[in-house]
């Protein structure tokens, strides 16, 4: 069995978050960067599955600069087998991703792909239906439970959905997204990280796999919203039945 | 010209609300830069649900209505929809966002070979073009965002577009022909489980009435808290004092510990705000505060901070939130 | 020797380069609102009785005491290694902390990579400067709080660096000399809230909370404030308290109390 | 008449030469224990052993004089048993009990011998005889009282006492060695007939010999010489049986205070170049733990001091310091004894042994460490586990992401680093 889970880079889930000032993207300077924490979760499912069934191999594939290196070097320190860096410079959106993660895809034929339901950067929460769609197999998105049924032909999952938990099965191959309540990732040491220096990190350059970083996306600006005003004391209920109406309008 | 095709979503037949909302944005489109929009609505048995959106504005109410749509599966779902769009030749395809948008627009995206945002706030007409604004890193920054291709996917948030007001002449209805055969079978729908207590959950409500401390027994949460929620149509959280004293259930538990949140309302009632209960909402919107303690450190985060005994403050809160 | 007036409340080592002794905050003391105040009580008792001070400030790092104690050795060594660094760049010699884990990470465990440092724990510094004459209340300071009064000694303090009289001093004075209750497991024989060994950080079945047997015990004595030494005592301890229905139980540092009492 | 009296009365030079005959095989099944267990410890880690005894006489006492303190104060003052009610003055009577009959009968040994290179040697006579009958005749009732507690308690077997059935031996053994010593002294009297100083220095046997009734003198030899044989026996069968019961304790106790951590509040680092070295972090083998720490498992009394201290233990959770020893102990056995027999695959030490959820249940609050008699590290044992666990990637949840926050933003928060002192903004508003 092959599972293929695609990383991505993304600040610390931490991290204070700051635009710069002429609005052209977030402040990096001093910012720590992190395995998005959903791939996270998608990662330590593929390992657990790889437990329970005794035998897997789990490909972790990331695209972008060669700084990702670090986040893929996280992924085999959790126990990934392999990791494929395919690199690209331009932002690519959500589309584009999925188009280079369907030619990873084809050239090392998984059973499935797992990996997180949304990155906590852009917040798209779009690349895995849409890989799905452009490999013409099944998506299960929200996985909040995963089990491998019919001699790994299918997948049963639950799913967390505004109207409630809900159980699918699915034909493999298929794109799987993880949500939060999947697990909980194992924590990765600093001698976890040196092991996983001496696994094997292949470069796929995007012109072998015959796909381009089109995106049909332009971010023009970035800006802050408005802070959160200074805390306000009032002084009955109807003043704060007020506030809240015309004010916060959140009522 | 525009042509927009709104897709409705609906709960066992029951029209969801927030689809209004999508339509409020397609007519703010069209008020705008000129088109119009049809609603799409997929199901089986969905009859009641497509009566609910004539009063929209829509230049037509589509409905696939075929037992194999019965349950909202993605690659049906996303292959009707990208059909349908290139049949009425749309320039954009929008839906609120909820868990049914965010599971099937972006398959139906892909089919349509269409760039797509999500989380869309604004939207404003600038040089022929639309600019979007949508949120990203959970709220803490806004893009300004534009979408080339002549197709583009959206979904967008119904807190932040008005639905439209209801006309008079009612759009009309037409039916999608649906091959059941041309459907994808990958998934197949086992059940759904929905919650007992009617509530939605934390993590994905607009609003969260939390209960700390102050709060003595579970009667009074449920009576407080959980009364206000229902008032509200929100979910309940709980501090971890009240789930160690087995007040409230661990599932309940915000904070590091338990469930981080980021709802767009958050009532911390009688919560004195440990650092533990702070890191799972710090990132809400606004949150109110009523504490009897002027001391308690939730004070110094919250927008609003009414000092006063829960026991008084919540059941007048309750009262004349129902007026 | 005073702290030049111009300084602010709490100099930074920058701030104020001829400091005598560092005040080490702690993350706790620095980021947990609660805590926050007990660090703003140490402050003013320093000022107070005119301690030339500083702080790290935002130069600070957690001392890794749970990174080790988890069981992330190299992660606590990282840690290590930076403040060890910090402090040899400030030449600082004697330091002062309010979390018994810090002290005991500064003293025991920095010394084994070259960090030696004289460190006291605010409580040890307190009944110095109460000796001293440096800690008068001011006109008009509040009475002893009512109600009988207990310390919960922190393990880190009391059982492993032996640090249990200081508290106790310290409490004298600002309880006027009225005496503690005592718990029976008292001193080195104290009994842990729950928090060391990286536990503050791990969810626990309420049903197995190690803070809601100690708080019982301490609510035991029939006492109406529980005075503790460790910024995560106050917080397992509160949270004891509150699952004892202890509702009128103060917890507080006994740096607090100090403060109340001098009327600071 | 100088009160003294004769070394092996009433027992013939073959008696004699087969009792020295049945001491040397005692002796002997003594040390071939000793150094089984020894070989034991030798499946761990090396330790320092050579640098306690190089250099020079002064250097090597420096190395020695902390751990002999601390084998002076915690095993010979019994400093570290106290505390601990009836059971502590039950142990401290039959510790001085036991000791000062083991004294007694080496020094009684040890004047014979003297007395067979001259008659003028012999001290044991006079005064010193008298005070010496005396002490012992008194301190053996210590022992018995302290037997006969440890009897009862075992009888009731409070839940953190840990139990096996040789320890009724021991006990019982205990029992049968002090009541045929006064027997002995009772029928030795009864055979002797002392008068005067040197019948009253020894009042339990002679009260006994009031019991025991009318005997002739040959009756009494008789009598006599079969008692003294059967305390022989038993005492030999004793000393013997040392290294395979409870009462290693004896042995591994007072090694592992000479050689254990001084204090509390740290631990032993790991460098990097080991990591690289080993290719591990942390304990994942019963073998990586160090001789030191082997040598404490066997130290283990299983008197459930550490568990009856144990916060983890009292509020339920799956944590236990005394089980942890007691099974770390029998892997070691198992270990041992499979690597002797060849084996290559043993119980592993993580998960079959010893369970995650112990280990991350410990507060490290060392109140075992510190309560313990023998001075076992068994906070050191957990951590040195725990440190594996986190190399394997065996933490997740909230201690996991505290973290991963204490690697991105230096406090378990995760709050930003350029807040750290923003705590003080409350200072200038509130004071």
């Given amino acids: ?251 | 010209m525009n042509r927009i095709l709104v897709i409705a979503e609906h709960d066992q037949g029951k029209l969801k609300l927030a689809s209004l909302s999508a339509a409020g944005f397609a007519q703010k489109v069209c008020a705008a830069s000129g088109g119009s929009f049809d609603f799409l609505l997929l199901g089986s048995g969905v009859s009641a649900a497509a009566e609910g959106l004539r009063k929209s504005g829509a230049a037509a109410v589509l409905v696939a209505d075929t037992p194999a749509l019965a349950q909202p599966l993605a690659d049906r779902y996303a292959k009707v929809i990208a059909d349908t769009a290139k049949a009425r030749g749309a320039s954009l395809v929008v839906a609120a966002v909820s868990t049914f948008s965010k599971d099937i627009l972006p398959r139906a995206s892909a089919l349509l070979d269409a760039g797509m945002l999500s989380d869309v706030i604004d939207v404003r007409p600038a040089d022929g073009e639309l600019t979007f604004r949508r949120v990203m890193f959970a709220g803490n920054v806004i893009a300004t965002v534009q979408l080339d291709g002549a197709v583009k996917c959206l979904t967008v948030r119904s807190a932040a577009f008005a639905a439209p007001a209801a006309t008079d002449t009612l759009s009309p209805v037409e039916a999608v022909a649906v091959d059941a055969a041309s459907l994808s079978q990958f998934t197949k729908f086992i059940s759904r489980e929905t919650k007992a207590s009617g509530r939605p959950d934390a993590t994905e409500a607009r609003i969260i009435v939390s209960g700390g401390r102050a709060l003595k027994t579970s009667e009074d949460f449920e009576r407080l808290v959980g009364g206000l929620a229902d008032v509200l149509g929100a979910a309940v959280g709980s501090s971890r004092a009240l789930v160690d004293s087995g007040i409230t259930p661990n599932s309940l538990q915000i904070g590091q510990t338990g469930k981080v949140v980021a709802p767009d309302l958050y009532f911390a009632l009688g919560i004195s705000g440990a650092i533990q209960h702070m890191a799972g909402m710090k990132d809400t919107k606004v949150i109110v505060a009523i504490n009897k303690d002027a001391e308690a450190p939730i004070f110094e985060i919250a927008d609003y901070g009414l000092v006063a005994d829960v026991y008084e403050a919540v059941p007048e809160l309750m009262q004349k939130l129902k007026k | ?264 | ?431």
């Fill in chain 3, 1 to 264: 020797m005073s702290t030049a007036p111009e300084l602010p409340a709490a100099p930074t080592v920058k701030e104020n380069p001829s400091f005598e002794i560092l005040y080490w905050v702690g993350c706790a003391a620095s980021y947990d609102r609660r805590a926050q105040r007990v660090a703003r009580a140490v402050v003013r008792l320093l000022n107070h009785a005119k301690v030339n001070f500083a702080i790290l400030g935002r130069e600070e790092k957690c001392t890794g005491d749970s990174a080790r104690r988890l069981g992330d050795e190299f992660l606590f060594q990282e840690l290590a290694t930076a403040n060890i660094e910090t402090l040899g760049k400030y030449n600082v010699k004697r330091i002062v902390a309010a979390c018994p884990h810090c002290v005991n990470a500064l003293l025991k465990d920095y010394s084994q990579f070259g960090g030696q440092y004289e460190v006291v724990h605010h409580t040890q510094l307190l009944a110095d400067l109460i000796k001293q004459g440096r800690l008068p209340a001011v006109p008009g300071a509040a009475p002893a709080p009512a109600g009988n009064v207990t310390y919960h000694d922190p393990c880190y303090l009391a059982r492993v660096n032996g640090i249990h009289e200081a508290p106790r001093e310290v409490l004298s004075a600002a309880l006027g000399g009225k005496s503690l209750c005592e718990m029976k497991r008292n001193r080195t024989g104290t009994s842990c809230c729950g928090a060391g060994g990286g536990r503050m950080w791990m969810e626990e079945d309420p049903k197995q909370r190690v803070s809601t047997e100690r708080a019982a015990e301490a609510l035991g004595t029939g006492a109406k404030t529980v005075a503790v030494g460790c910024p995560f005592c106050l917080t397992m301890m509160t949270d004891g308290v509150a699952a004892n229905n202890g509702t009128d139980v103060r917890v507080m540092d006994v740096a607090e109390l100090l403060v109340e009492k001098l009327g600071l």
């Fill in chain 1, 1 to 251: 069995m092959k599972i293929l889970v695609p990383l991505k880079r993304v600040p610390d889930p931490d991290t204070r978050i700051r635009v710069k000032p002429d609005g052209s993207g977030i402040e990096t300077d001093g910012v720590k960067f992190a395995v998005n924490p959903f791939d996270s979760i998608a990662l330590e499912e593929a390992l657990r599955l790889r437990e329970k069934t005794g035998a897997a191999e789990i490909v972790v594939v990331t695209i972008g600069g060669s700084e990702c290196a670090e986040q893929l070097r996280t992924g085999l320190a959790m126990g990934a087998d392999r990791a494929i860096l395919v690199p690209a410079d331009a932002a690519i959106d959500s589309l584009g991703i999925a188009k280079i993660l369907a030619a990873v895809y084809r050239k090392e034929s998984p059973n499935f792909v797992l990996m997180g339901k949304q990155a906590i950067d852009d917040d798209s929460n779009q690349a895995g239906q849409m890989l799905a769609a452009l490999l013409g197999v099944g998506q299960v998105t929200f996985v909040s439970k995963l089990e491998l049924t019919d001699g790994h032909a299918r997948a049963r999952c639950s799913r967390e959905t505004d109207a409630g938990i809900e159980t699918v099965t699915v034909a493999l191959p298929a794109v799987l997204t993880a949500d939060l309540r999947l697990n909980e990732p194992r924590y990765v040491s600093l001698p976890g990280i040196m092991k996983a220096k001496k696994k094997p990190l292949e470069e796929i350059p995007l012109a072998s796999l015959g796909v381009s970083a089109a995106s049909h996306t332009r971010v023009l600006k970035l800006e802050r919203p408005a802070g959160r005003k200074a805390g306000a004391r009032v002084k009955s209920v109807d003043e704060l039945i007020a506030k809240l109406r015309d004010e916060a309008k959140v009522l």
């Fill in chain 4, 1 to 431: 008449m100088t009160p003294t009296r004769e070394t092996f009365g009433n027992i013939p030079l073959s008696s004699q030469l087969a009792f020295y005959a049945l001491a040397a095989v005692a002796v002997g099944i003594f040390c071939w224990g000793v150094w089984r267990r020894w070989k034991l410890w030798q499946i761990g880690q090396p330790i320092g052993f050579r640098e306690l005894i190089t250099g020079n006489l002064l250097a090597v006492w420096k190395n020695f004089r902390p751990g002999a303190q601390r084998v002076a104060l915690d095993a010979g003052a019994q400093q570290r048993v106290r505390g601990h009610g009836l059971g502590t003055v039950a142990h401290l009577s039959l510790y001085v009990g036991f000791m000062a009959l083991f004294a007694g009968t080496t020094l009684l040994e040890l004047d014979n011998i003297l007395s067979h290179l001259s008659e003028a040697f012999k001290f044991h006579r006079g005064l010193y005889y008298v005070v010496y009958e005396y002490t012992l005749d008194y301190l053996g009732l210590a022992f018995l009282a302290g037997t006969l507690f440890f009897c009862w308690r075992r009888f009731r077997k409070p839940a953190a006492l840990g139990h096996r059935a040789s320890d009724w031996y021991v006990l019982l053994s205990f029992l049968a060695i002090g009541v045929t010593g006064y027997l002995v002294e009772a029928l030795r009297i009864l055979w002797s007939q002392p008068t005067g100083i040197t019948a009253h220095c020894s009042p339990v046997g002679l009260w006994l010999a009031g019991q025991l009734g009318s005997y002739t003198v040959s009756e009494a030899r008789s009598a006599h010489f079969a008692v003294w044989w059967i305390h022989a026996f038993l005492a030999f069968g004793f000393f013997a049986s040392i290294p395979f019961t409870r009462l290693f304790h004896f042995v591994a106790g007072p090694m592992n205070i000479f050689l254990a951590q001084p204090g509390l509040g740290s631990l032993v680092p790991v460098t990097m170049e080991e990591v690289e070295k080993t290719e591990r972090v942390g304990v994942n083998d019963i073998r990586h733990f160090s001789i030191q720490q082997l040598l404490s498992l066997d130290a283990c009394m299983e008197c459930g001091r550490c568990e009856e201290v144990c916060p983890a233990t009292a509020s339920g959770k799956p944590l236990s310091p005394k089980r942890v020893v007691q099974d770390l102990k029998g892997l070691m056995e198992e270990t041992a004894t499979g690597l002797a027999a060849g084996k290559k695959e043993f119980r592993a030490l993580h998960e079959d042994t010893i369970k995650a959820e112990t280990l991350w249940s410990c507060t490290a609050c060392s109140a075992c460490v510190n309560t313990c008699p023998v001075r076992i590290d068994q906070l050191g044992l957990i951590i040195s586990m725990r440190r594996h666990l986190v190399a394997e990637g065996g933490l997740s949840g909230t201690a996991a992401t505290a973290l991963r926050r204490m690697q991105s933003n230096a406090n378990p928060w995760g709050l930003p680093p350029a807040e750290r002192a923003n705590w003080l903004d409350g200072l200038a508003t509130k004071s």
